[in-house]
């Protein structure tokens, strides 16, 4: 079975460099979240969008922005990265809205700031 | 703001025991709570995912277990393996309507050979 694609799985960037990570949802997904993990840390809600709008916001920081496409393939933007933001993001999928489905998570995209 | 608690953090038992994972959360109107593995370093596989309106899911070996007014979700695993070993997370939406899940810390599950 087709499952949630993250690209890239590992990412190395310096200090106040900017990154781009992307989501692709399992088909027939409408909805899109991000979570960050840091090390030992259980993971935190970013964002999430449904049908291209989004639809939660969590702990976001301003320096990242985040869409979802037409082809329901969404894009977390982070600029001006910090040591801090050294982490696992993971995506997940599902549909409807609210959801009553399953989360469906992707394999993650470690990101090393140096 | 919803709260999710994971006891035990860690547990260690001998292969083909069974076990119980036990999730509190503070916040009771959930329409589903997940239970989650993580294998060091790697994503989040969903075991099983209970509705409000549902008490238990079985998968294999596992049962979950929801108590929806007490705020309190089981996970039961039955004659453990050492393929098991894993952290162990349960997650919960963050309120009524909410889009995102509020996860716990995790149990990290060890099963000796």
């Known amino acids: 079975a087709a499952g949630v694609i993250q690209s890239p799985r590992h990412l190395i960037k310096e200090k106040r460099e900017t990154a781009t990570l992307k989501c692709y949802p399992i088909p027939r997904h409408d909805t899109v979240y991000w979570y960050q993990q840091g090390p030992g840390q259980d993971p935190q809600f970013l964002i999430s969008?449904?049908?291209?709008?989004?639809?939660d916001k969590g702990s976001i920081p301003d320096r990242f922005s985040a869409q979802q496409f037409s082809d329901y393939h969404s894009e977390l933007n982070m600029s001006s990265l910090e040591l801090g933001d050294s982490a696992l993001y993971f995506c997940a999928s599902s549909r409807g809205r609210p959801s009553t489905d399953t989360q469906y998570f992707g394999p993650g995209t470690r990101l090393t700031v140096l | 703001k919803q709260e999710v608690t994971q006891i035990p953090a860690a547990l260690s038992v001998p292969e083909g025991e069974n076990l119980v994972l036990n999730c509190s959360f503070t916040d009771s109107a959930i329409y589903n709570l997940q239970w989650f593995r993580q294998d060091p370093g790697k994503g989040l596989t969903s075991l099983l995912l209970i509705q409000s309106s549902q008490r238990e899911q079985t998968s294999g070996r596992l049962n979950a277990s929801l108590d929806k007014s007490s705020g309190r979700s089981t996970l039961y695993i039955a004659a453990s393996q050492p393929g098991d070993s894993a952290t162990y997370l349960c997650?919960?939406?963050?309120?009524?309507?909410?889009?995102?899940?509020?996860f716990g810390k995790g149990t990290k599950l060890s099963v000796i050979p």
């Open positions: 969008f449904y049908e291209k709008m989004q639809s």
């Open positions: 997650a919960v939406p963050s309120g009524a309507g909410s889009y995102q899940l509020t």
